[in-house]
């Protein structure tokens, strides 16, 4: 028995970690951290290389050991930057997190514990903070029809060469979609469709600014106040370097979803029709939280009820990593670090 478990060791998992530790936790004795991954780094190991955060290395650091600078350019750190300092930061605080470890689902057990499931074992825990985020879970809308063409997410994208030449049609309305369509545009001809007109943030916007939005309107939310729409009431989409590029090239002009899939591309609202040799889907993800269908917690939405981070109908149970709904910024990087100190406070 140990008194937790954290199922995740992406960067939501590593904070919590890192509290818990300070706490006067020991790794691998009272608290383990279960990661199905490989390798660490988290979704950042699964990211294309070319993506990069949306804030300098001092605003995108867990709590304790700041992230090193970045030298490679006068951007912002590449992915595999943060996967390095992911990997030194676990070596760091020697958090022996426990890979390919896949942990199937966690039910109440005797004595008031709860008990994780997983492929390597079980374990007993006091507590269980679910980290597992959610690139497991792509999501691709449904529309009528079918495509024969080739279909990527987001999660399967990895340069803009493997489209050069092509006719590419790219859906959705974020940073990755206008990411990637800033990258392909310049090797094929590409097509950009959001359900509304995208929204660009100012260029002087990046992390910093929109962490302290989310966290004033999460804290404005718990006493009360109006709620002021957070950052989607700022805009949408960071003008990193690449997407600054591709609006100077006047390439960021997005159009309304297609209608139906044909077998060459896609059916307009007009009857109109246009051919693509691929789509590629920056749609979006789902919370992973399948091992914890068994504790039967969902509510309508899919989503866990949670007070803070902590699950109302499974007290023992705490969600971090997932969106606002489990913490301000809970997703990213610094605001993972910030929920944790909480989480592991309520603890």
């Given at each position: 028995?140990?008194?937790?478990?954290?199922?995740?060791?992406?960067?939501?998992?590593?904070?919590?970690?890192?509290?818990?530790?300070?706490?006067?936790?020991?790794?691998?004795?009272?608290?383990?951290?279960?990661?199905?991954?490989?390798?660490?780094?988290?979704?950042?190991?699964?990211?294309?290389?070319?993506?990069?955060?949306?804030?300098?290395?001092?605003?995108?650091?867990?709590?304790?050991?700041?992230?090193?600078?970045?030298?490679?350019?006068?951007?912002?750190?590449?992915?595999?930057?943060?996967?390095?300092?992911?990997?030194?930061?676990?070596?760091?605080?020697?958090?022996?997190?426990?890979?390919?470890?896949?942990?199937?689902?966690?039910?109440?057990?005797?004595?008031?514990?709860?008990?994780?499931?997983?492929?390597?074992?079980?374990?007993?825990?006091?507590?269980?903070?679910?980290?597992?985020?959610?690139?497991?879970?792509?999501?691709?809308?449904?529309?009528?029809?079918?495509?024969?063409?080739?279909?990527?997410?987001?999660?399967?994208?990895?340069?803009?060469?493997?489209?050069?030449?092509?006719?590419?049609?790219?859906?959705?309305?974020?940073?990755?979609?206008?990411?990637?369509?800033?990258?392909?545009?310049?090797?094929?001809?590409?097509?950009?469709?959001?359900?509304?007109?995208?929204?660009?943030?100012?260029?002087?916007?990046?992390?910093?600014?929109?962490?302290?939005?989310?966290?004033?309107?999460?804290?404005?939310?718990?006493?009360?106040?109006?709620?002021?729409?957070?950052v989607a009431g700022l805009g949408d989409i960071v003008m990193v370097d690449s997407v600054r590029e591709a609006r100077d090239r006047d390439v960021l002009h997005a159009r309304w979803p297609f209608t139906q899939l044909v077998d060459h591309g896609v059916r307009w609202d007009d009857g109109s029709e246009s051919s693509f040799d691929t789509i590629i889907w920056c749609t979006g993800f789902r919370p992973a939280l399948g091992h914890l269908t068994a504790l039967g917690l969902r509510g309508p939405d899919g989503r866990i009820p949670t007070d803070g981070?902590?699950?109302?109908?499974?007290?023992?149970?705490?969600?971090?990593?997932?969106?606002?709904?489990?913490?301000?910024?809970?997703?990213?990087?610094?605001?993972?670090?910030?929920?944790?100190?909480?989480?592991?406070?309520?603890?």
């Open positions: 028995m140990v008194q937790v478990v954290v199922i995740g060791g992406g960067q939501a998992g590593l904070a919590t970690g890192f509290y818990l530790r300070r706490s006067g936790l020991v790794p691998g004795k009272d608290f383990v951290i279960l990661d199905a991954a490989t390798q660490p780094g988290g979704a950042w190991a699964q990211l294309w290389p070319t993506l990069r955060t949306f804030s300098p290395t001092q605003y995108s650091s867990l709590p304790g050991w700041m992230m090193p600078p970045w030298t490679g350019d006068a951007g912002y750190p590449l992915a595999s930057h943060v996967v390095d300092y992911l990997t030194r930061y676990e070596q760091r605080y020697g958090l022996d997190v426990r890979r390919s470890v896949s942990v199937q689902s966690v039910t109440r057990g005797r004595h008031g514990l709860l008990q994780v499931h997983s492929t390597r074992g079980d374990w007993e825990a006091e507590a269980v903070v679910s980290a597992t985020g959610t690139w497991s879970r792509p999501f691709v809308p449904a529309y009528p029809g079918s495509f024969a063409g080739r279909r990527v997410h987001t999660a399967g994208y990895r340069r803009a060469s493997d489209f050069a030449g092509q006719r590419v049609l790219i859906v959705g309305g974020g940073n990755s979609a206008a990411q990637i369509l800033a990258e392909v545009s310049q090797v094929a001809a590409t097509t950009w469709i959001t359900l509304r007109p995208p929204r660009f943030l100012p260029d002087d916007v990046d992390g910093r600014a929109l962490f302290e939005i989310a966290t004033r309107r999460h804290r404005a939310r718990q006493v009360g106040e109006p709620d002021s729409a957070g981070t902590q699950a109302i109908k499974e007290q023992r149970l705490h969600l971090i990593g997932y969106g606002d709904w489990t913490g301000p910024a809970s997703a990213t990087l610094i605001g993972a670090g910030r929920t944790a100190r909480d989480l592991v406070a309520a603890l």
